[in-house]
């Protein structure tokens, strides 16, 4: 038995080629149907213990094992840990999975634009609360660095109501000092 994470952050099961959700568990046992239940009307049961390491019973399928579709839940898995991992833009992220799979594999991984939204909401899940006070707005980690982890926070000076927060690169300061103008905007005023 293997287990992969379904896109609701659940349990997959995978048995002899087949996909299991758990359906339910008492205090002996878990009971797992079949993820065709719906497409293909298939009533399969998988009952394993409560560790899953020993499957108690399999009932028979209406259909065939598909290892496609099994490949490509995990490159779908895949794509959603590198999302977390990685920096690159969603579309890279599906591109790059993609080009390592098989044409039935690509198939049966639904279209770029929904793993696209998915590894974008996965993100958004990750990322800090919208801060309501000025107090709110903390810059840790990340969110301090530039994708490839250089320093981009420089300045963050907080004096009673006001802030002065500055974002540059040492790439970006140099080209400011080369340069023989600068041209300034900032944010006054602010709703925080």
């Not at 149907?33 to 009533?43: G, M, P, T």
């Not at 590198?82 to 198939?107: H, I, K, N, Y």
Request: hydrophobic share 35%; net charge positive.
């Amino acid at each position: 038995m293997e287990f992969i994470k379904s896109n609701k952050g659940g349990r997959k099961l995978i048995h002899n080629g087949y996909l299991y959700i758990k359906r339910s568990s008492n205090k002996s046992s878990i009971y797992w149907q079949c993820s065709h239940k719906v497409k293909f009307a298939c009533k399969a049961l998988l009952t394993s213990d409560l560790d899953c390491a020993v499957v108690k019973s399999v009932s028979a399928h209406t259909h065939d094992p598909d290892s496609s579709e099994v490949k490509a839940e995990k490159a779908r898995q895949q794509i959603n840990a590198d999302a977390l991992r990685s920096r690159a833009t969603p579309g890279q992220l599906v591109f790059d999975e993609m080009a390592r799979q098989e044409l039935d594999v690509r198939v049966k991984m639904t279209t770029a634009c929904s793993l696209k939204r998915n590894i974008n909401y996965k993100r958004r899940q990750k990322q800090p609360p919208v801060p309501q006070t000025l107090e709110d707005l903390i810059f840790e980690g990340e969110w301090r660095e530039t994708y490839d982890q250089k320093p981009f926070l420089l300045c963050d000076m907080h004096e009673a109501t006001d802030r002065v927060t500055i974002f540059a690169t040492n790439d970006g300061l140099k080209n400011l000092c080369a340069a023989d103008s600068w041209f300034m905007d900032g944010t006054f005023k602010s709703c925080l």
